[in-house]
T-cell receptor, first 117, second 115 residues
Framework: AQSVAQPEDQVNVAEGNPLTVKCTYS??????LFWYVQYPNRGLQFLLK????DNLVKGSYGFEAEFNKSQTSFHLKKPSALVSDSALYFC???????????????WGLGTSLAVNP | NAGVMQNPRHLVRRRGQEARLRCSPM?????VYWYRQLPEEGLKFMVY????????ESGMPKERFSAEFPKEGPSILRIQQVVRGDSAAYFC?????????????FGPGTRLTVL
């Protein structure tokens, strides 16, 4: 079965420190991987995606993510966290080999990031 | 270029009433997705539509829920005879249809409260 796991419900970091939000996946074939961020009482905003090519993907607001095929991971990273990065982060995956609805995203449960001043 | 629009942003209904949620996709997008988000939970896929067609409704409850995306006008998610358990945030997303790699862009959501 296809699935996405975000093993940490919450991540706390100090402002200025590097941050990592973890995501692992299980899909058939090669995955398309996405990160979204949700601020309180707002919709989800697209941050970045991995389709193919370079394993390190750069996205919005200084975020980047590294695709690791052997570890089936797609961790979100930022070199220096800001208080304004505090939000809920979602990882999602779409399989490249699937029957039926080929656009369906499988979502993680989200990780709440708190950046402390 | 306007993003995905949803209205109303907040909707209060009493048990047994009907709720209609509207979604206007981004300009040029012909694919619409509806999700439900319950407190402390992630997103749950409900339905995927293209113009005048339901492509995948595997996440939508069989009763009381329906969705449409007409040739003209917004996509509508309709919940009949609402119950308290329907209280949630409902998000719409749209994409441009470039295949499996296309990105879904989300609206601000409609927060439904059932009294």
């Amino acid at each position: 079965a296809q699935s996405v796991a975000q093993p940490e419900d919450q991540v706390n970091v100090a402002e200025g420190n590097p941050l990592t939000v973890k995501c692992t996946y299980s899909v058939s074939g090669n995955p398309y991987l996405f990160w979204y961020v949700q601020y309180p009482n707002r919709g989800l905003q697209f941050l970045l995606k991995y389709i193919t090519g370079d394993n390190l993907v750069k996205g919005s607001y200084g975020f980047e993510a590294e695709f690791n095929k052997s570890q089936t991971s797609f961790h979100l990273k930022k070199p220096s966290a800001l208080v304004s990065d505090s939000a809920l982060y979602f990882c999602a995956v779409r399989a490249t080999k699937s029957a039926g609805n080929n656009r369906k995203l499988i979502w993680g449960l989200g990780t709440s990031l708190a950046v402390n001043p | 270029n306007a993003g995905v629009m949803q209205n109303p942003r907040h909707l209060v209904r009493r048990r047994g009433q009907e709720a209609r949620l509207r979604c206007s996709p981004m300009k040029g997008h012909s694919h619409v997705y509806w999700y439900r988000q319950l407190p402390e939970e992630g997103l749950k896929f409900m339905v995927y539509l293209q113009k005048e067609n339901i492509i995948d409704e595997s996440g939508m409850p069989k009763e009381r829920f329906s969705a449409e995306f007409p040739k003209e006008g917004p996509s509508i998610l309709r919940i009949q005879q609402v119950v308290r358990g329907d209280s949630a945030a409902y998000f719409c997303a749209s994409s441009g249809g470039s295949g499996r790699a296309d990105t879904q862009y989300f609206g601000p959501g409609t927060r439904l409260t059932v009294l």
